[in-house]
């Protein structure tokens, strides 16, 4: 118990002894439009349940290298988040009962739009294809 309160008080800033709390605001890049490429998309879950991790390493400018991440459902539609996602990296309108296969994206470069979030940190809030040099 003893390692995992030190890797809690580690990880989430709570000080164990004091049952003191300080925030961090999360890193990530600044806010801005993004040129990268795409990693992976994996299975996740967190407070909301199952869902999926998409990640992108920005391939230029000062930025270059650091990763970003987009957390969504697992289940596309045309108004969710994972739908939004999945639609812009494809560069077209989802249709009913269409399947992807996300691993043929994998490499690909895409246009990520990072926005600031109300806790300071900043997300992913939209991907759209690459423009063409």
């Known amino acids: 118990m003893e390692q995992r309160s030190n890797a809690l008080s580690q990880w989430a800033g709570f ?21 990268a490429k795409f990693t992976k998309v994996e299975p996740t879950t967190n407070g909301f349940g199952p869902g999926l991790k998409w990640a992108w390493e920005i391939t230029s400018g000062a930025n270059t290298g650091q990763s970003v991440i987009c957390t969504t ?35 690909q470069n895409f246009l990520v739009i990072v926005r600031k979030s109300e806790t300071g940190g900043t997300f992913v809030d939209s991907v759209t294809k690459a423009p063409v040099a």
């Open 73 to 107: 459902s697992n289940s596309p539609s045309p108004k969710n988040r994972c739908g939004k996602i999945l639609s812009g990296m494809l560069g077209k309108a989802l249709n009913t009962g269409e399947e992807f296969d996300t691993s043929t994206l994998v490499g």
């Open 15 to 35: 000080d164990v002894e004091n049952s003191k709390m300080k925030l961090k605001v999360s890193g990530g890049v600044p806010e801005g439009s993004y040129l």
